[in-house]
């Protein structure tokens, strides 16, 4: 396949700096003499398109920019119009409207290879869009080509999403050869239902342990068995960059799970890995306890719908005994009853040093002792929150009264007081602002006597200051009046 860029060494180049190329012209033509004489060929002489028609490899040349100040006043409309012209496809509309904001949607858009070519040609010089999304537009390996020599000239573009676009083991190699010249900008890489297998493990991998500015990277419903697994370890042992990692809907097992558990005692850098949906099963979950136990950074983990049973999480509580970094445990969709809910909480207790603000294990029925010990749990971690389906047996009925309408008390209180709601909130607030980090509002809220809440409540209250970002924001009050 064609590189659709031709390479800069063999350009000639005027006083600004910038290549001058002719996408009619055969590499042996020479260039333009001077920015004055010639913009690029097919806006200089349009009647040119209609009446010859290039073959196919001067087709496969990119249409690309012959003077910066030319640029500006034919304008970026202008350029991609032309490379739409010169691919042979039909302009988005949507991406003529957004293209000078910074995030730009073309997921479900059906570009293909040509169209995505086109948006290329386009983005080489755009200074505006730092976040692309591309889901599901059929662009294959030809398209991703395309993308990546993009990146190549393109330094503003920061979070690309290429999910579900059938790239496969070629696609995998396109971007494993990118991602090893260290260069681009980018930071965020969504790769998720591209049909890699353990070939495109290795070759990512192989770039990957010594990449460091790839900083989040989604391989979820890809097809991962356990030699994938062992590829991703021995990556993880070496990256350096990585701070988040999804791996979910693959098929890692036993195997596959210890790998990757071996690979993350010695990671420094990652804080986030979703491994739901596999079947890592007990055994990894006790290697995930050890993990618990040696790593100091992982703040994030997912691992619902593991075949994880009461076995798996006292594997699991283990580690949680003396882990000081985690913040987030999802435990969701695994055969796990009211007695493996308590040896998880119980180890949180005994741990004075615990992070721990989500426990989820929202498909669990936990009982009326369940709760007693929960109440105890609270006390020592008030930042705590443990999700679980409801409580079986007598409680239930008891449960109705901690559901109290929390909002109904804060305004009540407020008006009381004769205070707007908000003065409520940033009075909690050591610093008097409207804004604060989940972890700490649940704390102060739990604490506080103003408004006695318990922490089913203080849910409620979350969900409507939630920014979705970590922090809650007292703002939503600003016009609610004593």
């Keep these: 396949m064609r590189i659709p860029f031709p ?59 012959e003077d910066n100040e030319k640029f500006f006043t034919t304008g970026q409309k ?76 393109n330094y503003y573009l920061q979070e690309l999403n290429i999910s579900n676009n059938q790239l496969g083991l070629e696609g995998a190699r396109i971007i494993s050869d990118f991602l090893e010249t260290n260069t681009s900008s980018i930071w965020s890489l969504e790769l998720s239902g591209n049909d890699f297998k353990e070939e495109s493990a290795a070759l990512l991998c192989q770039v990957l342990s010594s990449n460091y500015r790839i900083k989040k990277l989604d391989l979820s419903h890809n097809q991962f068995s356990d030699v994938g697994g062992e590829h991703l370890g021995q990556m993880l042992a070496t990256n350096v960059g990585l701070t988040s990692l999804d791996l979910s809907w693959n098929h890692f097992h036993t195997r596959g799970a210890v790998a990757l558990c071996n690979g993350l005692r010695g990671n420094v850098t990652l804080t986030k890995l979703d491994l739901s949906m596999n079947g890592l099963g007990n055994e990894g979950a006790l290697a995930l306890g050890e993990v618990l136990r040696l790593n100091s950074c992982l703040v994030y983990l997912d691992v619902s719908g593991n075949d994880i049973s009461n076995e798996g999480a006292s594997k699991i509580s283990k580690g949680l005994e003396s882990n000081e970094s985690l913040k987030v445990l999802k435990l969701f969709l695994n055969p796990i009853s009211v ?56 409680s239930a009925k008891n449960t109705i009264s901690l559901l109290t309408n929390p909002m109904k008390l804060i305004q009540s209180y407020a008006d009381q007081h004769k205070i707007a709601v908000e003065d409520f909130f940033k009075s909690l607030n050591p610093t008097g602002t409207m804004r604060m980090s989940v972890g700490e509002f649940q704390k102060v809220m739990i604490e506080q006597n103003k408004v006695p809440l318990n922490q089913y409540q203080v849910r409620e209250v979350i969900k409507r200051l939630d920014e979705k970002t970590g922090m809650v924001n007292f703002s939503f009050f600003k016009t609610v009046k004593p």
Excluded: W
């Design 339 to 394: 007695d493996g809910a308590l040896l998880l909480i119980l180890s949180i207790k005994r741990n004075p040093k615990s992070r721990m603000e989500e426990l989820d294990i929202s498909n669990v029925l936990v009982s009326e002792q369940f709760m007693k010990t929960l109440d105890g749990v609270y006390a020592v971690h008030p930042q705590l929150d443990v999700v679980f389906k409801g409580v079986q047996g007598p």
């Design 78 to 153: 202008e350029l991609y119009l032309e490379a739409c012209k010169l691919v042979g496809v039909v302009p988005v509309s949507y991406f003529i409207r957004n293209m000078e904001e910074s995030y730009v949607n073309l997921n479900h858009h059906g570009l293909g290879p040509r169209g995505t070519k086109a948006i290329a040609i386009a983005l080489v010089s755009n200074t505006t869009v730092s976040k692309l999304e591309l889901e599901d537009n059929g662009i294959t390996e030809e398209g991703i080509l395309s993308l990546v020599e993009m990146l190549q000239e």
């Design 7 to 65: 390479p800069k060494p063999t350009l000639p180049r005027n006083t600004a700096g910038s290549p001058r190329v002719c996408p009619y012209e055969t590499p042996t033509e020479p260039a333009p003499q001077s920015s004055e004489e010639a913009f690029y060929c097919e806006a200089e002489a349009p009647q040119t398109v209609g009446k010859v028609k290039p073959d196919r490899e001067n087709s496969e040349t990119d249409l690309e920019i």
